[in-house]
């Protein structure tokens, strides 16, 4: 059986791969969109949008997997472990209408990244600028903890994403999820042990030049109400992102 669930991935993984040649952000977007190839976070998310929080009722959930967001010509890129069960899960955007959204593009507006602080929903207004904004795994996890096998068989979206984003010279990774996904994306061999602040220099074929990992803590709920990650800890990691997008030392 595991087996069969490895050649699976594997002819997944190729075929998403062979496509990525004729690749546009519509198509792209479509393809992630219609992703049912999970069958456990396919139950999730729409049990998820089907049953609700009290708060939501009125809301038509989104339901479906989430692709990336942003500036096509970002050298920035953000990307997250999943979309929040009511976060993006319900509003069809990556880190928006919760608490991590919040904090997230509220710090990004700070750092001239965004037009405007808020994130609440996919019309209102929010754009990004040299900045793309993006997910390891497509659709919400039980307990924002989707499995390796699920992990492995979303991976081929970012590959694809970023194989478009040809001007990305930074990958901010917010959590260890996010910083193993990028790690793998890019061929890291020996990756050096996740910490807040963590600047990881790459230099390789799939980077395509010089290219950087700079760490954050996630700003979930359980990092930013316990005091973990504050806003000038957020605000730095930027300003390296900043400064390493720019080839400054
Ligand atoms: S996690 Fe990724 S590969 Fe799995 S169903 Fe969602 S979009 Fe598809």
Not at 39 to 56: G, T
Not at 66 to 85: E, H, M, N, Q, T
Not at 87 to 114: C, K, P
Not at 181 to 209: M, Q, S, T, W, Y
Request: aromatic fraction near 6%.
């Amino acid at each position: 059986m595991l087996n069969l669930s490895a050649s699976l991935v594997a002819s997944a993984i190729v075929n998403q791969r062979r496509r990525a040649t004729t690749d546009t952000p519509v198509k792209l977007r479509r393809e992630i969109e219609s992703c049912r190839a999970c069958p456990r976070l396919v139950r999730w998310r729409e049990s998820v949008a089907r049953d609700k929080r009290a708060a939501y009722r009125s809301d038509v959930y989104w339901g479906r997997p989430v692709a990336g967001f942003g500036d096509a010509k970002a050298r920035i890129v953000v990307l997250g472990l999943a979309p929040g069960a009511h976060g993006a899960n319900r509003t069809g955007r990556v880190f928006t209408g919760d608490r991590s959204g919040d904090w997230l593009f509220r710090a990004m507006h700070r750092a001239g990244l965004a037009n405007q602080p808020e994130s609440q929903n996919r019309d209102d207004g929010l754009v990004l600028s040299d900045a793309f904004v993006t997910v390891a795994v497509r659709c919400a996890p039980p307990d924002n903890s989707p499995t390796p096998l699920e992990r492995k068989k979303c991976a081929p979206y970012l590959e694809r994403e970023m194989t478009m984003l040809k001007q990305a010279r930074v990958v901010v990774c917010l959590g260890n999820f996010a910083y193993v996904a990028a790690c793998e994306h890019f061929g890291v061999a020996r990756r050096p042990k996740f910490g807040h602040g963590l600047v990881v220099p790459i230099d390789n074929a799939v980077a395509g030049g010089n290219m950087h990992l700079v760490c954050s803590y996630h700003p979930s709920q359980q990092n930013t109400f316990t005091g973990r990650l504050t806003e000038p800890m957020l605000d730095a990691v930027f300003a390296t992102a900043l400064r390493l997008a720019r080839g400054a030392c």
